[in-house]
Nanobody
């Protein structure tokens, strides 16, 4: 049974930094793609950053230049370094993961990820 767990959330002041971690357990296979998402209550979930199967990285415009996503070699741990945090970054941050589907190429999106963590709260105060 695959489980996803996020770590590293908390409270920080504006211009501060946080490093979020996400550990995927329950499978020995490397993930196909992993991503960080965030959601503010009452608003739609937003993809913050993602690493795809070919190693390509995508960032939301709202975090470009302030966020760095990375992954370990085994592709079961994902990190998100967030710098120059702003109050608008306040949200619950979720990690998502997916695995290879029998060699078929597919695009990883918010709606295709089957495995999600419970989320970690990040609060940025001005």
């Amino acid at each position: 049974q695959v489980e996803v767990a996020e770590y590293g959330g908390g409270s920080v002041q504006s211009n501060g930094s946080l490093r979020l971690s996400c550990v995927v357990s329950g499978s020995t296979r490397p993930t196909y793609c992993m991503g960080w998402f965030r959601q503010v209550e009452g608003k739609e979930r937003e993809r913050v950053a993602q690493i795809d199967s070919d190693g390509s990285i995508t960032y939301a415009d709202s975090v470009k230049g302030r966020a760095t996503i990375s992954q370990n070699e085994e592709k079961n741990t994902l990190y998100l370094q967030m710098d120059s945090l702003e109050p608008r970054d306040t949200a619950v941050y979720y990690c998502a993961a997916d695995y290879d589907r029998g060699g078929i190429d597919f695009t990883c999106t918010e709606w295709t990820y089957p495995y999600w963590g419970q989320g970690t709260q990040v609060t940025v105060s001005s």
